[in-house]
């Protein structure tokens, strides 16, 4: 995706079994999309608890904030409780939104670590891309929000 694109609309099961349909947010505010490798390994644990210790901020710009791996239902659910995440976690279990927005693969197999910020009409106003620097992606979004 390039910035000022339409983000691809999706529908994925969340960590309570819920379907998440992109679209049904729009219109509200921000949203934040972050795709990530892995629950549990240490950089990703970093960025998720990154983004928790900033939800509030996040929730006080109208923001949500939503994770992406390939990781199942069960594995999301674990993880947000023992990381006490309070956003929703999404599983593209095919990798087909991570293809349909364009996520690169490190080193032609690990699953990249890029954010999306989207304003409310589901449009890229910006992206962060680091896979070792969990925390400028928190960072890169509450500056692009505060640009909104």
């Known amino acids: 995706m390039k910035i000022g694109q339409i983000?691809?609309?999706f529908t994925l099961p969340d960590q309570n079994r819920d379907r998440f349909n992109l679209g049904q947010h729009l219109g509200k505010g921000p949203i934040v999309i972050?795709?990530?490798?892995k629950d549990d390994s240490p950089v990703c644990t970093a960025q998720a608890c990154a983004f928790r210790d900033k939800y509030q901020v996040f929730q006080t710009m109208g923001a949500l904030v939503v994770g992406i791996s390939s990781d199942l239902e069960d594995s999301?659910?674990?993880f947000a409780a023992k990381n006490k995440l309070p956003f929703i976690l999404l599983t593209d279990?095919?990798?087909e939104v991570r293809d349909a927005f364009g996520v690169p693969k490190k080193f032609g197999m690990v699953p990249g670590r890029v954010t999306y910020i989207l304003d409310k009409q589901g449009i890229l106003r910006g992206m962060s891309n680091s896979l070792?620097?969990?925390k400028s992606h928190v960072d890169d979004a509450l500056a692009i929000i505060?640009?909104?």
């Not at 972050?34 to 490798?37: D, Q, R, V």
């Open 7 to 9: 983000a691809p609309d």
């Open 34 to 37: 972050y795709f990530y490798p």
């Open 76 to 78: 999301h659910q674990s």
């Open 93 to 95: 279990e095919k990798g």
């Open 132 to 134: 070792t620097n969990a």
């Open 146 to 148: 505060r640009t909104l």
